[in-house]
């Protein structure tokens, strides 16, 4: 998963979304809500990339017949 991905970011602003009306109302300062943003992509991406690792793509099973000659006849 990229750190640029959509569930990334839109996880990380909808969790820092106080702190980003904050910084648009002038009541936080942009660098701390700007870190704490960068915070929550750094965790998020870290927390996706596990839950992707647990639940990603499984090996095809093996479809070999168990006995070659029961297809010839």
Do not use: H, Y
């Not at 870190?35 to 965790?43: D, E, I, K, N, Y």
């Amino acid at each position: 998963m990229s750190p640029l991905s959509g569930p990334v970011l839109g996880g990380a602003a909808l969790l820092t979304s106080p702190a980003l009306l904050g910084m648009v109302e002038n009541t936080t300062s942009p660098i701390v809500a700007l870190s704490r943003f960068l915070v929550c992509v750094a965790v998020l991406w870290v927390g996706f990339g596990f839950v992707e690792m647990l639940v990603g793509p499984t090996q095809p099973a093996d479809k070999t017949p168990d006995d070659p000659d029961s297809s010839a006849s």
